[in-house]
């Protein structure tokens, strides 16, 4: 809420005795604090004629300027509450007209600008604290129009932007500290289009891209620092399209790729820097469905995999590195079904594991070198549940127990290698009782 006070002064200027009301109001603090001070007129409604004074809630003058026939003419002041000047506008009937200054608070210039019947025009300058230029932009009709450009503390040049009716049009370039470009990129009013270059500090191009129609067109390439190809292929409507093929940054060949509308298709080859194959990968169905192999560096295979309708599927093999079978494991949509079957290095089985639905249900056995099982466990989606037996290389029990839900329950029976009974023990869902 704020109050108003009028007082009747006559001014002297005109040869008629013309009334100003001088006005004050006040915010609405406990102390009522003097706000503003102005004075107006009657013609055919009250207009503010003369001086106009604001001031902050601490009694601290913030704005000063001059009214004539209801709007602002000559100069508007605004201040900090250190009394520092904060902004210089020029006004014209009620327009900023000329230039407009800003400061902060310890009186530096940071910002200039010219109006032009209340819109922006030619240059508008920002600086740092300082007085290095930070931005400079030209105007037209209170949009950007022109060439834009931003500048590092060091007074290095930044950035610099093309615009044109107020949208980015033609060149933006940017640079790093040191002066060199670090990136190029063309605009259509505002739009991405045509050239886009990065680079690295050294001045060597980092990618080159084309852009049109609001999507990636044309040859895409992408470099090391030390100018060595890293990327190449080609894009067609946003999307890659044949043949991407890329390189280690010694040169050597690390990748061939076949793709159609950004997914791989058909056979897709990884190879080691020594030009050694490393996988072999073949895709369907927009990348749905796949098969591949592993391979070490010597050429073993080390792997085999296969995907459907983008779950893992159907029998997954992993070889050592003398290319002996290590594991076999089935998938159905994703998840571990049927027998899990481990080896040793002479694919002798170590260990069988059911899964169901990615879980181990059913028996789990496991074997000694010469064949023979070591123990036998059984499995309710991944809890111990039901006999359990370990035996000695002679196949007579070592312990024979019973779990429940992960926890052992019943008569544990303990042998030794004749097959006599050392201990019994009694359980309750995993709590001994004698």
């Known amino acids: 809420m704020k109050y108003i006070v009028s007082f009747v002064i006559f001014a002297t200027w005109s040869p008629l005795a013309i009334a100003q009301e001088k006005n004050q109001t006040y915010y609405s603090d406990e102390l009522g604090s003097l706000k503003e001070e102005y004075y107006v007129v009657q013609k055919d409604t009250a207009v503010l004629e003369g001086p106009y ?93 022109g060439v834009v450009k931003e500048y590092y503390p060091t007074g290095v040049l930044k950035e610099e932007v093309n615009y044109s009716k107020g949208k980015q049009h033609g060149l933006n370039t940017t640079y790093y ?68 093929t890329s390189y280690y940054e010694d040169g050597s060949l690390e990748k061939k790729l076949h793709i159609v509308d950004d997914h791989m298709t058909g056979a897709n080859l990884t190879y ?49 590195e003398k290319g002996k079978l290590a594991i076999k494991e089935t998938y159905e949509t994703g998840k571990l079904t049927g027998k899990r079957t481990e080896y040793d290095d002479k694919e002798n089985i170590i260990q069988t594991t059911n899964y169901e639905k990615g879980k181990k249900h059913g028996e789990s056995i496991v074997y000694f070198n010469n064949g023979k099982k070591s123990e036998e466990s059984n499995y309710k989606f991944d809890r111990l549940d039901g006999a359990y037996v370990k035996y000695y290389k002679s196949q007579n029990p070592e312990i024979q127990g019973q779990y429940t839900r992960n926890e052992k329950n019943g008569e544990w029976l303990y042998f030794d290698k004749k097959g006599e009974i050392e201990k019994k023990e009694v359980y309750k869902f995993g709590r001994l009782l004698k």
């Open 272 to 320: 080691y820097p020594d030009g050694t194959l490393k996988i072999k990968a073949n895709y369907s169905n927009d990348e749905k469905n796949w098969t591949a192999e592993e391979y070490n560096q010597a050429g073993v295979l080390i792997a085999t995999r296969q995907y459907k309708d983008q779950f893992k599927s159907g029998t997954w093999k992993y070889f050592n």
């Open 177 to 244: 500290e040191s002066g060199s470009p670090k990136s190029k990129i063309n605009y259509t009013y505002g739009v991405i289009d045509g050239i886009m270059i990065s680079y690295y500090p050294n001045g060597q191009i980092d990618t080159e891209a084309h852009q049109s129609n609001h999507s990636l067109q044309g040859e895409y390439t992408k470099y090391y620092a030390n100018g060595q190809l890293k990327l190449q292929g080609q894009y067609m409507h946003g999307m890659r399209n044949g043949d991407f």
């Open 53 to 145: 004074i604001k001031y902050s809630i601490t009694g601290q003058v913030i704005i000063t300027g001059q009214y004539q026939d209801g709007k602002r003419v000559g100069e508007f002041v605004n201040l900090y509450e250190n009394g520092q000047i904060q902004r210089k506008t020029h006004y014209e009937t009620g327009l900023r007209q000329g230039q407009t200054e800003v400061f902060d608070s310890e009186g530096r210039l940071i910002q200039q600008g010219t109006f032009v019947n209340d819109s922006l025009a030619g240059e508008l300058i920002t600086y740092y604290p300082s007085g290095i230029v930070k931005n400079t932009s030209m105007f037209k009709a209170d949009r950007p129009d």
